[in-house]
């Protein structure tokens, strides 16, 4: 049965290829795409090198120990991770700031023909799970309402796929779901509610079943998390841009963060909104057709989702065997080995989600990704994977093992420190020897590794800041508010950097040890940590970094005030998690002028849907009935060989310049 829907789908491409060169649709375009992982290595590799060579002069004079042999090490893979971020920062400004496209290499690419009506359906899907029933099912009618009633309203239909356990969520959203469809009229015909009884295999399962039962009726499903929320313009522009590049079966937006009082939720969603779209491009430079999925906020054709991504469970044991956590990850990468394309929108208009308000719940939601993205390692060597997808596994899981890295390092280079200052050293090592031995200090080298190193770290946000200056300054309430914001945002980077380093750190090796976490609902409302729990989750991490500060300090004041910067994030992590979970702190901010957004500025009507609504939301007091769902055309979904050569494989429709 796949093969006839997947011939039959092929032979509807090729037909809609030559009417969409007849009519001059627009088709994604790609120029030099085998080359551009060749250039982000011949800028990355040097530049390591270079980092390394500056290690190894500090070094070498005296000597090169066992621990100072570590550090190095370890410097060449955390130089390596940094130059590879700031490479791709560099290129998306200059991309940027010339308005040249990431695929194309040319002026911006056109958008898709807006003359061509949507010839498919469409699903939008929400999976939930345990969520406030409240946010849920505004932000779900928010998204119906933005089609309903426009000139694409009968190519979309609506789903909210509820995995909640707990029973009295269930029954809420039953009856919030029963209001819905009361205010929704003849257009309630198009939205429906599925809870499944058992959630097996979480939203991997949940979307499986989905796509068993009723995808057969759709050409694609948008697929939204609980929190987000997605314009007209931008679903039915994703719609377009499946219909008219027939080869293409993901297509992945950026969600941009939005509704956030507290301090730190309004510092993440800043610096989202400042620095995504030049990183955006960056990564879109060189990994072209290979990208990524985050789970949420894009479209995906759903034929070969079902042919190529039904997830097998993993042999062995944790951290790199069971359940597939992160799959999202892995979907994207198994739709690309099979031929088909992937990409990054780089326009960051109409997407939107939520972030975690306060650094508990971020680190929280940090502690399951490090889990997923870890386990990502054991699946590098899945056969036919494209480079850009096996690059896409191991930064995600770099991106939390440089803290642990980095850490090692600096606890290697006290120990280093600390025994130099505690021996008595030796001036004369052979027996021979005329000439004492000194002890050599290369500050010159060593001032240089420093801005260097602060020029991979910083130099990304420095140009991110520049670019939206000449650029995007009104989005953010003028220039002056904007280099307020930035100088903030600069700041409070600098002083929760540590406090970060250390969870992320402590979460990696919980994964390595074997210890597990459950994939609860996030807390999506804003909340302010009381002190007891901030010092709770603090006090390890704070006593570590006195007892470490005292010890350098009396022993090498040098390293002490090299360290002062890390040790000062450390020492007042519980204020700084109380402090900036302040909803007052944070709409103070805003007042002053201080980490102010485009939808703050202007605010686009799904936002505007959601706000109001969530003024006057209320749930039927009134018993529902479950409401219908379409019938069922289950299509299983097969389990995934990923050692072996996928089937069917993608043949080229397009052939891309």
């Known amino acids: 049965m796949f093969t006839n829907r997947f011939n039959k789908n092929q032979q509807n491409a ?35 090198a270079l980092a390394g060579w500056s290690l190894y002069e500090i070094f070498l004079p005296n000597g090169l120990t066992g621990l100072e042999m570590a550090q190095l090490g370890l410097g060449l893979t955390l130089f390596a991770w940094l130059c590879m971020a700031f490479w791709t920062g560099i290129i998306g400004f200059v991309l940027q700031l010339f308005h040249i496209d990431p695929l194309s290499l040319s002026k911006k690419q056109k958008a898709p023909s ?14 939930v799970y345990n969520e406030d029933t409240k946010r849920i099912m505004v932000g779900f009618e928010a998204c119906v309402r933005e089609l309903m009633g426009s000139e694409s309203a009968a190519n979309f239909d609506f789903y909210m796929l509820s995995d909640t356990r707990d029973l009295q969520k269930a029954d809420a959203e039953l009856r919030a779901f029963s209001r819905l469809q009361k205010r929704l009229g003849s257009y309630a015909s198009q939205v429906f509610y599925r809870r499944r009884e058992q959630n097996l295999h979480r939203k991997v399962g949940n979307l499986k079943e989905f796509c068993e039962r009723w995808g057969g009726n759709y050409e694609a499903m948008i697929v939204l998390d609980a929190d987000s929320i997605m314009s007209k313009t931008r679903m039915v522009d994703l719609a377009r841009r499946i219909e008219q590049n027939p080869d293409t079966a993901l297509v992945q937006t950026i969600p941009m963060p939005v509704r956030q009082d507290t301090f730190f939720g309004r510092f993440v969603q800043f610096a989202a909104h400042l620095y995504s779209p030049m990183l955006a491009t960056g990564l879109s430079f060189w990994q072209t057709d290979s990208a990524n999925y985050w789970g949420h906020n894009a479209i995906i054709r759903i034929t070969p989702f079902m042919q190529h991504c039904g997830l097998p469970t993993l042999e062995g044991r944790a951290p790199f065997g069971g359940e597939i956590l992160s799959h999202d990850f892995v979907e994207a990468a198994l739709l690309r080995r099979a031929g088909w394309q992937a990409y990054l929108l780089t326009d960051t208009t109409g997407s939107y989600e939520e972030v975690p308000s306060n650094i508990v719940d971020y680190a929280i939601r940090d502690r399951r990704w490090v889990q997923g993205n870890i386990q990502h390692l054991g699946l590098l060597n899945v056969k036919g994977l494209k480079m850009a997808n096996r690059l896409h596994f ?45 002890q050599v200090a290369r500050q010159d080298m060593m001032m240089v590794t420093m801005w260097g190193t602060a020029a991979l770290l910083f130099l990304p946000k420095l140009l991110g800041i520049v670019l939206a200056l000449i650029q995007r300054r009104e989005q953010f309430g003028g220039a002056w508010s ?56 603090t006090q390890l991490m704070s006593c570590l970094a006195v007892a470490w500060g005292v010890t350098t300090f009396y022993f090498t004041p040098s390293l002490f005030m090299w360290l002062l910067p890390v040790l000062i994030g450390m020492v007042l992590a519980a204020p700084v998690i109380h402090f900036s979970s302040s909803s007052e702190l944070g709409i103070a901010m805003r007042k002053m002028g201080i980490f102010i957004v485009d939808q703050e500025v202007s605010e686009c009507t799904a936002l505007k849907r959601l706000r109001v609504a969530m003024s006057f939301f209320a749930i039927s007091q009134h018993k529902p009935e479950v409401p219908a769902l379409p019938e069922s ?25």
């Open 14 to 48: 090729a037909q809609a290829v030559s009417s969409y060169e007849h009519n001059s649709a627009w088709q994604l375009i790609v120029k030099g795409s085998s080359m551009r992982l060749f250039i982000m290595a011949m800028l990355v590799i040097p530049s390591t």
């Open 114 to 127: 807006e003359n061509i009506a949507l010839k498919a359906r469409h699903a939008v899907v929400m999976p």
């Open 394 to 438: 191991l930064f995600g899981a770099f991106a939390y093992i440089s803290s642990l890295i980095l850490f090692c390092m600096l606890a290697l280079g006290t120990a280093d420190a600390l025994i130099r200052a505690t021996s008595v050293p030796e001036f004369f090592v052979s027996e021979y020897q005329l000439f004492p031995s000194w």
């Open 482 to 537: 904007l280099l307020k914001g930035a100088a903030v945002e600069l700041a409070m980077a600098v002083l929760i950097a540590p406090l970060m380093m250390f969870y992320h750190s402590f979460f990696v090796l919980s994964v390595f040890v074997g210890h597990s976490v459950k994939w609860e609902a996030q807390e999506r409302e804003g909340r302010k940590v009381p002190w007891k729990i901030a010092i709770k989750h």
């Open 633 to 657: 055309l289950w299509v299983a979904m097969p389990e995934q060989a990923l050692h072996e050569k996928p089937l069917p494989m993608r043949p080229a429709l397009v052939s891309n310049v």
